[in-house]
């Protein structure tokens, strides 16, 4: 293995790994996962320093591009996909962008990853401008697809987000904030879907949470923002209203169905019958 990437290495402790028991795999695994989480907890402020990039950016109207290959393209595309239906933001504002296209969240797409060109291309087709942010997602930070997404976002004036697992990488270099946290080598060498991708996955939900918090689409701890779309999310809605207006829960599925289901206008309502 190339000792020049860390992502590519090899991690002594799981040289006998096909020799193991069960027990003994799952505890290595176990184990290297509180890696994961420890290097996470390194690069706080970096994440700090690009919550407020992201702040900045959807409050003036700008847009927030997760782009990646692979496991990291489908996580970015994941985190996504849960903005409106917890925040109430239109999809439109944080988007993922993956190589390969829709076919590779669920069908591994061979070699679209190398395509620096066509991420590049993907997002010019989204229109990608001044005051939009790139978050680029590459677990060695060596990936074409997610460098080329740079390129593209260095030729519209848009702000570069680095989000990968080695500070040395061509990715961390060209960002203008570089997250990466020190993962190590992989129990399954060079199989970055595990502790890279934990990394990746706590980062971006620790993201896409602090944004939105900032951007006032919670109160309290309730998503007082979300899209009631299914009888799960109707109850989730009913119990924020009931806890956070006061109101028994008959009155707010009354206050719920009288504002097609809107939070916010439930408990603007409920809130101004009390003064």
């Known amino acids: 293995m190339s000792e020049e990437l860390p992502t590519e290495?090899?991690?002594?402790?799981?040289?006998?790994?096909?020799?193991?028991?069960?027990?003994?795999?799952?505890?290595?695994?176990?184990?290297?996962?509180?890696?994961?989480?420890?290097?996470?907890?390194?690069?706080?402020?970096?994440?700090?320093?690009?919550?407020?990039?992201?702040?900045?950016?959807?409050?003036?109207?700008g847009r927030w591009f997760n782009v990646g290959a692979g496991t990291s393209g489908r996580l970015g595309v994941l985190d996504a996909s849960e903005i409106p239906p917890t925040f109430g933001m239109p999809a439109s504002c944080v988007q993922g962008v993956i190589a390969g296209g829709d076919?590779?969240?669920?069908?591994?797409?061979?070699?679209?990853?190398?395509?620096?060109?066509?991420a590049a291309w993907a997002l010019r087709e989204r229109g990608l401008g001044l005051g939009d942010v790139v978050v680029s997602i590459s677990a060695s930070g060596r990936t074409p697809f997610a460098l080329g997404a740079f390129d593209a976002a260095y030729e519209a004036g848009a702000r570069r987000i680095a989000l990968c697992c080695d500070p040395e990488s061509p990715l961390a270099k060209a960002a203008e904030i570089a997250i990466a946290p020190r993962v190590g080598p992989e129990v399954v060498a060079g199989s970055?879907?595990?502790?890279?991708g934990l990394a990746q996955k706590m980062i971006l939900h620790m993201l896409s949470t602090a944004v939105m918090v900032r951007l006032g689409r919670v109160e309290g701890n309730f998503m007082t923002c979300v899209s009631p779309a299914n009888e799960k999310l109707r109850a989730r809605a009913v119990g924020i209203v009931t806890e956070l207006a006061g109101v028994s829960r008959e009155q707010a599925r009354e206050l719920l169905e009288a504002h097609n289901g809107s939070v916010e206008g439930a408990l603007a309502v409920a809130r101004r019958g009390r003064r």
């Not at 076919?103 to 066509?118: R, Y």
């Open 9 to 61: 290495g090899m991690l002594p402790s799981a040289r006998e790994l096909d020799r193991m028991t069960v027990s003994d795999v799952l505890a290595l695994i176990h184990a290297e996962d509180g890696c994961a989480y420890r290097a996470v907890g390194v690069v706080l402020p970096d994440i700090e320093r690009a919550v407020e990039v992201l702040v900045c950016a959807l409050s003036g109207g």
């Open 103 to 118: 076919a590779a969240l669920t069908i591994a797409v061979e070699g679209a990853e190398d395509n620096a060109e066509a």
């Open 192 to 196: 970055t879907r595990m502790k890279g």
